[in-house]
């Protein structure tokens, strides 16, 4: 893979195809000449695609993290930066490729995983990093919920942010917020996860690689089941 417009064609079509996740440790091995391109594919117009990229970022960064630990950390800062209002920008799929970074590296989540669990923390007493676009909002809880699946210790740090998303007006952020406090096996969420029980809002949950489309009511009858140790209502 060589030449910048062939290199990011080629990406995107390995993202875009089905067997993609075996060139993942190809994509990992290019290391920073992956980067740019797999920023583009944050952008893409398939969700599918963009999801690819998320997970690849993953490996392509943690492999860097691994060899080159500054090369990995500008990757995270540049994530930052698409996030600041400052920046100009919006930061589409930052916070999700951000959570996959820290999950696939101990470095990186050792150094960046207060950033993300400040993405979804709102202080009023001082300036935070609260992302108050629902959308960008949506990615942030997506990914305490990644982060729960992979290093609970961590994400078990936003409890109290979670639950208070768990009432969010957006039923996306809900489902993920419901889907995050299963993960941790949150007993003080069974109160609100009881109350949408009901939500049937269609959304599209990425988990183990897979995009599924799902309710709020079921990531809450799910998280019910993981932290009772009881069947889900519906089976």
Known sequence: MKGGRELKRRILSILADEGWEEELPRLAGLGQQAVAPLFSALCNASSLVRWHAVTAFGVVVSAMAATTPEKARIVMRRFIWSLNDESGGIGWGAPEAMAEIVCQSPLM???F???????IHEDHCRPDCYLEHAPLRRGAIWGVGRLAQIRPDLAAKAEADLLCALNDCDPVI????????GMLGLKSSLPHLEEFRNDATPLELYRDRQVLELTPATLADEAIS??????????
């Open 109 to 111: 989540a050792t150094e």
């Open 113 to 119: 995983h207060n950033h993300l669990l400040a993405y």
């Open 226 to 235: 993981r932290i009772t140790g009881q069947a889900p209502a519906n089976d």
């Open 174 to 181: 809900r489902g993920f917020s419901a889907w995050a406090c």
